[in-house]
Structures are given as C-alpha cells and as structure tokens.
C-alpha cells in the first residue's frame, strides 16, 4: 500500500480545511486508513480512522469539528477539519492499517508523508 497525503497549508483561526490520503496497490481498498498529526514538541497522536466498511473512530479532542469520510471509487479519505484552532498547527499523517473492533485498537502498518497544517492569523 502507498499512501500521498495533501491538502494541508495556511488557515486562520475558525476556517475550514480538508486534507487528502490517496491510497494505491494492493490491499489499499481493504485496509483501515487513519490520520494522525504530530505537534512541534508532541508526540503523534491519532485523530480519526475509518474502516473499508465505513466504520469510524474520532479522537475526542477533535470529536465536532473533524470528520473522516471515504470514497471508495477514488480509494481516497478525507479528513474535514472544521472551526480549527492554533493548537490544531502540526504536520498531519495518514496510514493504512489494522483496526480491531471489538477492542478498539489500531494498528498502523503503512505511513504516508506528511503534511503541514498551520493555523494562524
């Protein structure tokens, strides 16, 4: 699986911005996508993941305002990330992976590059 994030750049406080993970090669309609971002100074924490058969998680820091979706068709998902904050500022990544339901873990396997997200001002 290969993944190709975009859709990250420059948004002040309280807009709008949707990110993109591409995904492409074997499995990529199968697997598990998440976004992840990791802050200056923080370690990487995940935000949201969405399964091949719809089925989402989001982390309850961003439970509101972000939301996850999937296009089948285009093997592409998105995150919408709505009314974003300076703390929001962090380089954004996607991955594919393994999503345990019936205990709610994650396990990443595949990592895309990452893209830069700033909220400022």
């Known amino acids: 699986v290969q993944l190709q994030a975009s859709g990250g750049g420059l948004v002040q406080p309280g807009g709008s911005l949707r990110l993109s993970c591409a995904a492409s090669?074997?499995?990529?309609?199968?697997?598990?996508i998440g976004w992840y971002r990791q802050a200056p100074g923080k370690q990487r924490e995940l935000l949201a993941l969405?399964?091949?058969?719809?089925?989402?998680h989001l982390d309850h820091s961003v439970k509101g305002r972000f939301t996850i979706s999937r296009d089948n068709a285009e093997n592409t998902v998105y995150l919408q990330m709505n009314s974003v904050r300076p703390e929001d500022t962090a380089v954004y990544y996607c991955?594919?992976?393994?999503?345990?339901?019936?205990?709610?873990?994650?396990?990443?396997?595949?990592w895309g590059q990452g893209t830069l997200v700033t909220v400022s001002s």
């Open positions: 991955n594919a992976g393994t999503y345990y339901v019936g205990s709610d873990y994650y396990s990443p396997v595949v």
């Open positions: 969405i399964t091949n058969t719809g089925i989402v």
């Open positions: 090669g074997s499995g990529s309609s199968d697997a598990t």
